[in-house]
Structure formats: C-alpha cells, structure tokens
C-alpha cells in the first residue's frame, strides 16, 4: 500500500482542531500515514524568550549557530514529542524521528545568507517504510544531516515543506496534503486557484504570485508531482478537513460516519 504523506503546521500545531483525530482515523482505518510537521511559530517564540532575533528570505528562516541550536530543540524535542503523546492518547501508534535519525534526510547549506539552513540533497525513505510496516505513524521533524562538500558537519534546518515533497517523493505516496492556515493558493486578485498543472505551478514562482510561504509549498509540491499523482493544499483550520479532502477521493475505505463529505476546496496540483 503506497503512504499518504500529511504536512501539518500553522494552525493545525496547537490550536485545538481535528488534524490529530483524523489522522488516528485514517490509521485505525487501515491506511499507511506519514507526518511532516513544522512548528516555526513555536521556534520563533522560543527565540523571542530567548532574546535571539530572527528573519526569513522566502519564507526560509536565517539560521545561524544559536537559533539553529534552538530549531533542533524545539521541533526535535518539544514539537515532536508533545505530536506524538497527543496521537497515542488518541488511541494511534506513533513514533517520532527528525530527518537526522536512520540517514532519513541529508542536505546541503542552501546558501550563505540563509545560514544552517539547508536544502536536501538525498533521502533515504527506509526508516520510514519500516515503521508503517511495523504498523506505526511516522511523525517526522525537518531537521537533516548537514553535508559540506560531501562529508556530514553538522545538522541543519530545513524547511518542512520540502521535507515533505522529498519525503513523498522517495516514498512514491499516494497523495501529498499541505494543512496550512490558509485556504489554498490564490491568484493576483486574491480568489483561490482550484487546480494547477506542474506548468502552471512553476510559472507562479517565476511571475512572484506565489509569495511568502507559499513559495516553499509550491516548491515542494513540484519536487512531489516528479512520482506523486496528486498534491493537495487546504485549509486545516476547517473541522475534519483531512478526512474530507481523503473521502472526496477514490479511496472508499472511510465510513461515512469517520468521513464527512463536505467540499473542502483548497487548491489540487497535478502533474499534467
């Protein structure tokens, strides 16, 4: 059974909504589910209890010594585990791994402005594959390897939104879900895009309507279309909206009870 890989963040880290719940759901349901979370909110109240100041190119946060230090506490240690507690106390059966663990992600500083953080050059897709055979959720926190000139440094931060499209990428998924805060992508006049091809996709970076944070979305979703059939990007804040956008699909393993049939809209990328 090919994975389905969920990117969770923004709204769906700590505010109280369905995200956890539906993804036990899925699980209980039979299906093979891989987490990706961010937490960059989280980070950045951390640095600012801290005293460090903090700024981004692109959505990419600057990461020197200090913040990465606190990067790696923060989503390997706090996020990480306080996702898996809550997922088991759902009744699911999680296990939580940064991009270091197992060689799962390796990368490269990305550039010299951005500091430690870094863009991936390699996955490794293994670990992961061993635990859903296990019967376990990974729930994985974008931290990787760091590689300078071939030989492993140190650890770098990497963005969670390509940690997903690589991730999804290397396990040929079934599907890739952004649940971000927003309620997909929008065009220059602010109306959200139903659907994209790859072509499509790519000319929004290229003409700046993506922007912010969504560039490293689109980004992912691009390096995810090269052996995912479908990318979705929808608005988590909206009660079951996982197990919505999973039901509208072909996949008929939901009760109707678990999978409300609300549209949830959002923005789908397809290759073609």
Do not use: C
């Not at 994985?140 to 997903?164: F, H, K, Q, R």
């Not at 220059?188 to 790519?202: D, Y």
């Not at 290229?206 to 990007?233: D, F, Q």
Request: hydrophobic content about 45%.
């Amino acid at each position: 059974m090919k994975p389905i890989v969920v990117k969770i963040g923004g709204s769906t880290l700590g505010n109280h909504d369905t995200t956890l719940e539906d993804l036990v759901a899925l699980q209980q349901q039979g299906m093979a589910v891989v987490v990706v979370h961010g937490g960059g909110q989280e980070v950045s109240n951390w640095l600012a209890r801290l005293g460090i100041s903090t700024s981004f190119v692109d959505g990419l946060r600057v990461t020197d010594g200090e913040t990465l230090k606190v990067v790696a506490a923060v989503l390997g240690g706090l996020v990480n585990k306080e996702l898996v507690v809550d997922i088991q106390a759902l009744g699911g059966k999680a296990i939580g791994l940064s991009g270091a663990d197992g060689g799962l992600l390796w990368a490269s500083p990305k550039n010299v402005e951005l500091g430690y953080t870094g863009e991936i050059v390699k996955v490794d897709p293994e670990p992961l594959r061993l635990l859903l055979q296990a019967g376990y959720m990974p729930v994985v926190a974008p931290i990787s390897i760091g590689l300078a000139e071939g030989e492993t440094t140190t650890l770098l931060n990497i963005n969670g939104d390509a940690a997903a499209g690589e991730i999804a990428a290397a396990l040929l998924a079934e599907r890739l879900i952004f649940l971000t805060d927003v309620h997909g992508i929008h065009d220059e006049s602010g109306k959200v895009i139903p659907m994209l091809n790859l072509n499509e996709a790519k000319r929004m970076l290229s003409s700046g309507v993506a922007s912010g944070g969504m560039i490293p979305k689109v980004e992912a979703s691009i390096k995810a279309l090269a052996t995912v059939p479908t990318v979705r990007i929808i608005d988590g804040r909206i009660p079951h909206a996982l197990l919505s956008v999973i039901a509208s699909s072909e996949i008929p393993r939901l009760s109707s009870e678990q999978a409300p049939q609300s549209q949830i809209g959002g923005t789908t990328i397809v290759p073609e």
